[in-house]
C-alpha cells in the first residue's frame, strides 16, 4: 500500500460510469492520480483482491483505503493536499439511465419452521 500524499491511486475498470466521471473531474481539475485498470492491469487485479476491495472505483492516499466514491470527501482531501477546489456542482456523479450492465433482483429466500 502507497504511503503517498503525492499522487492517488485509483482503482477502475472500463464499464463503471462512476470510474469514468471520476477519471474525467480528475484529469480536468489536474489532481496528481494513478489509474490502476482492474481489467487491463493483473498486478492491479491482484492488488485489488489482496486489499479486499469491493467497489470501483477505489482509491489508495496516504496510506489508506477508500473503497467508495464520495464526492464530499474527495472535494475536501483534494483541496487540503493539493489546494484545488473542485466546485459543488461538478462533484455530483450522474448514472445513465440505460446502464451497461443488467441489475439481477435478489430473491429473498426464508425458511419456515
Keep these: 500500500m502507497s504511503f503517498d500524499t503525492k499522487v492517488i491511486e485509483v482503482f477502475t475498470d472500463e464499464l463503471s460510469p ?6 474525467a473531474l480528475f484529469t480536468e481539475f489536474s489532481v496528481p492520480f494513478v489509474e490502476r485498470n482492474i481489467v487491463k ?14 467497489l470501483v472505483p477505489s482509491f489508495i492516499f496516504a496510506g489508506r483505503l477508500y473503497d467508495e466514491y464520495n464526492p464530499e470527501l474527495w472535494a475536501g ?4 493536499h493539493f489546494d484545488i477546489v473542485i466546485p459543488k456542482d ?3 456523479i450522474v448514472l445513465p439511465k440505460k446502464r451497461p450492465w443488467i441489475e439481477i433482483p435478489k430473491k429473498i429466500i426464508s ?3
Design 18 to 23: 462512476i470510474c469514468n466521471q471520476v477519471r
Design 111 to 113: 425458511y419456515s419452521k
Design 41 to 54: 492491469d493483473r498486478e492491479a487485479f491482484k492488488d485489488f483482491v489482496k486489499l479486499e476491495l469491493r
Design 77 to 80: 482531501i483534494v483541496n487540503r
Design 90 to 92: 461538478r462533484l455530483q
